[in-house]
């Protein structure tokens, strides 16, 4: 069975830094794109990043832009979202996102998810 696990939330200050990791594990022959999805309370679940296999082209949802970097190392299944000067509008669940093709089915890129994690803005 092949998970997400995100890690690396928490309680940071406005103008502060947090580093999200996920990292995918299990029968894996290969990963697609990886992303970084939020949610924030009463709110849309909205794309923050994405990062291409092979070229690594990123994408970014505007309001992030210029602040989150997101990253990938494709050799140990993971992918990073460095978010740096964090406002209090950042405050939401991130989830990780990836398109993986197990093992068991090579040809086919299933959408998994990770189960979130808590990132808090606030003085």
């Known amino acids: 069975q092949v998970q997400l696990v995100e890690s690396g939330g928490g309680l940071v200050q406005p103008g502060g830094s947090l580093r999200l990791s996920c990292a995918a594990s299990?029968?894996?022959?290969?990963?697609?794109?990886m992303a970084w999805y939020r949610q924030a309370p009463g709110k849309q679940r909205e794309l923050v990043a994405a990062i291409t296999t092979g070229s690594g082209t990123t994408h970014y949802a505007d309001s992030v832009k210029g602040r989150f970097t997101i990253s990938r190392d494709d050799a140990k299944n993971t992918a990073d979202l460095e978010m740096n000067r964090l406002e209090p509008e950042d405050t939401a669940v991130y989830y990780c996102?990836?398109?993986?093709?197990?093992?068991?089915?090579?040809?086919?890129?299933?959408?998994?998810w990770g189960q979130g994690t808590l990132v808090t803005v606030s003085s």
């Open positions: 299990g029968s894996i022959f290969s990963i697609n794109t």
């Open positions: 996102n990836a398109f993986v093709a197990t093992m068991a089915a090579k040809s086919w890129n299933r959408e998994l």
